[in-house]
């Protein structure tokens, strides 16, 4: 009974358009290696497109700041990384 009223909770909120947060995306691709037998990386390739891009940005930001805080030349540093692999 607890374990249906998860699973339909879970549903709900997924249909619920909210801010996306990186404990909300990580959450999901666990949920969704866990019920796919998939590895938590390709859950999470496979959750990345349906993402809008203002919630890439948001959660893009929030790595970045647990990561650099305010260091603005680490952010510099990672910022050149990312260009150099985009290419």
Do not use: H, W, Y
């Amino acid at each position: 009974m607890l374990s249906s009223t998860k699973r339909r909770m879970s549903v709900l909120e997924r249909s619920i358009r909210i801010p996306i947060t990186t404990d909300i995306l990580l959450a999901r691709a666990e949920e969704r290696a866990r019920l796919k037998g998939a590895s938590f990386e390709d859950a999470l390739q496979s959750l990345v497109p349906s993402l809008r891009d203002r919630d890439l940005e948001c959660v893009a930001e929030e790595l970045m700041q647990l990561a650099c805080g305010d260091d603005m030349e680490a952010r510099n540093a990672i910022m050149r990384r990312a260009m150099m692999t985009d290419g």
